[in-house]
């Protein structure tokens, strides 16, 4: 019963989808549907690993190989990405992913691997203590869910929708509306944007498993968001709002009129996705919201003799260049983010 690893063809491309789908640990990111839209978007070479014994599979690993001028060669699992990392039925084919990736890694010279893991599995690889996720149950019925909100939130969302008259619809034509929100508080926040096409690329993989949303006040686009189903469970990912109008609850409303949708659909869970500890802002309007932080078990893999880079926002020479990043035009931020983010996988 020798346990194998090969890598990712398009013939095995609907084994790895049921396994990911079937697994316990299986996360949106680690579906084909990231693998084919990071490609497209930024074109970062694919390396998937797949165990297998006796023909059946039992792991996958999930790799990139990052090319960045910023920090050299990385291998992320997964780039762009709140999850990542192997997932496995057993020791065995997790030490087998692992011994790969580090000869994956050798091979290709990187500086680090990345396993952006939901708990951390791979034995003698430091775990980095910086990343939370904000998890919870749905309610049974959509006409509950205010109800479930902190006193502060619910009155936020109830304000926004009956004093401000703010207005939720769900429909794909709206993409652009999103992106263009998304991109104003991305230079806002000092970070760079994910291109357009990245967005386009997520939403025409995933046609039936995502939903688009856009607030409006008084017409105008006030707050959106691009949001992915996997199973039972809503994981809202790109969002974006006009801080002008932050003062009439758009965001209360937002994923309030979200989780509702999500309700309505038979759906269970809602994922908050993760926030950096010291991002306070993201960290306290999602706890705000009633959710409370668990800790994520990233891995991180430094091959010997090497520097792991440091890409945190506002850590060092990132400090300075957010600050001036704020400074641009926003109609040139939105190029110039599309450009980094191929450096900065995430």
């Not at 579906?31 to 039992?58: K, N, S």
């Not at 996997?230 to 932050?246: A, H, I």
Request: glycine share 8%; hydrophobic share 40%.
């Amino acid at each position: 019963m020798t346990t194998t690893v090969e890598t990712l063809s398009a013939a095995t491309r609907h084994e790895w989808e049921a396994y990911v789908r079937s697994s316990r640990s299986g996360t949106f990111y680690h579906t084909l549907a990231w693998h084919d839209g990071v490609i497209e978007a930024f074109g970062h070479e694919p390396y998937y690993l797949m165990t297998r014994r006796q023909e059946r599979l039992t792991g996958v690993l999930p790799l990139f190989l990052v090319r960045s001028w910023l920090a050299g060669r990385l291998l992320v699992s997964v780039p762009y990405a709140v999850y990542g990392g192997a997932i496995h039925d057993d020791d065995e084919a997790g030490e087998a992913l692992l011994r790969e990736a580090k000869a994956l890694a050798d091979r290709l010279d990187v500086r680090s691997i990345d396993f952006r893991s939901v708990k951390a599995t791979l034995p003698g690889v430091p775990v980095v203590d910086r990343y939370v996720t904000f998890r919870k149950a749905l309610p049974d019925r959509a006409e509950d869910v205010l109800g479930t909100l902190p006193r502060k939130a619910r009155a936020a969302a109830r304000n926004g929708r009956n004093k401000h008259a703010l207005t939720t619809d769900f429909d794909d034509n709206l993409l652009s509306k999103v992106w263009r929100l998304y991109a104003r508080s991305m230079r806002r926040l000092g970070s760079p944007n994910y291109p357009f096409r990245f967005f386009r690329s997520l939403v025409d993989h995933t046609p039936d498993a995502h939903v688009v949303s856009l607030v409006r006040y008084r017409g105008r686009p006030a707050a959106g968001l691009v949001t992915f189903i996997f199973g039972d469970t809503v994981l809202p990912y790109f969002s974006g709002c006009d801080e002008t109008l932050d003062r009439y609850g758009v965001n209360n409303v937002l994923y309030l009129s979200l989780m509702e949708w999500a309700v309505e659909h038979g759906l269970r869970q809602f994922d908050f996705g993760r926030s950096r500890k010291e991002n306070r802002g993201a960290y306290e309007f999602k706890r705000h919201q009633g959710f409370e932080p668990e800790p994520l078990g990233y891995q991180l893999y430094t091959p010997p003799g090497r520097q792991a880079p440091e890409l945190t926002p506002g850590k060092g020479k990132f400090a300075l260049a957010q600050r001036i990043y704020r400074r641009i035009p926003l109609c040139l931020t939105k190029r110039l983010g599309a450009w980094l983010a191929k450096a900065i996988p995430g």
